[in-house]
Structure formats: structure tokens, C-alpha cells
């Protein structure tokens, strides 16, 4: 099972998540850690990624390559980030056949309508359960 792990800016939230899925599944998966920029994706690989890589090309391409696709909301959101995330990164992300699991922090101006707001570690828990149920890993 190949997860691909997005974020960028300083890759804080890629890294936590990075954590938790490589204590909950250990080397039973490969993650792929992908950064709109190389100090999220550096962020992400400390924390345990089996791989990474950084940019535009790097983010389109692995998109197509994964079972499963993590990070916050704004992955797929065009020009979010402050401008980090592409057009292109958006689309590949979004239009991906991967699966798609993404935490709903509202730094983008977007709400999301009927979800209640709940602190990062327990949607880390929620995100790692629903992960776990759709591999049967």
C-alpha cells in the first residue's frame, strides 16, 4: 500500500501525520512524502517517509502512482498556501483516482459545512482509523 502524504510551508501537518501512520502501520506501508516546497517535504521525510520529493512535477506525477492520497484540505485547493499549491498540483490531486483522506483545517477562507471543529489529534485519530478500515491493514 503506497501513501502519498502532501503539505507544504514548513510541513508541520504532513510531518504529524507522517508520525502517526508509521507507528500505527510500521513498515506494513510506504510513504510517500510529497512538499509543495523541499523544507515540508524534509519535514515530512524526519518524521519517517519512506521517500520523498518536492515541487509541481513531483506532486502531479506521484499522484497517479498511489493508493491513497493525505494532507490537509488545501491540497486541493488552487493557490492555497500562499500561492504554494498550483493549479496543476490542485487538479492532479484532486482529479487522482487515489483515495483521498484530508484534514479540514480552515486556513483558506473555506468552511467546511457541517463537520465540528475538533483539536488536530483527534482528527489524526480519525484519519488513521479510516485509512486503517479502507486497506484492512
Request: a neutral charge; charged letters at 20%.
Amino acid at each position: 500500500m503506497k501513501i502519498a502524504v502532501i503539505d507544504g510551508q514548513g510541513g508541520g501537518i504532513g510531518s504529524l501525520i507522517t508520525k502517526r501512520l508509521r507507528e500505527e502501520f510500521g513498515d506494513c506501508i510506504e510513504i510517500i512524502a510529497l512538499g509543495t516546497n523541499s523544507t515540508a517535504t524534509s519535514a515530512m521525510m524526519k518524521a519517517r517517509a519512506n521517500k520523498g520529493a518536492s515541487g509541481e512535477n513531483a506532486i502531479v506525477w506521484n499522484s497517479l502512482k498511489v493508493d491513497y492520497i493525505t494532507g490537509p484540505l488545501s491540497i486541493i485547493l488552487a493557490n492555497s498556501m500562499l500561492g504554494e499549491v498550483t493549479p496543476k498540483m490542485a487538479e492532479a490531486v484532486a482529479s487522482s483516482s487515489a483515495r483521498k483522506f484530508l484534514i479540514p483545517l480552515n486556513q483558506e477562507c473555506v468552511e467546511v459545512t457541517g463537520l465540528h471543529k475538533e483539536p488536530l489529534p483527534h482528527i489524526l485519530d480519525k484519519l488513521i482509523e479510516q485509512i486503517r478500515e479502507a486497506s484492512n491493514v
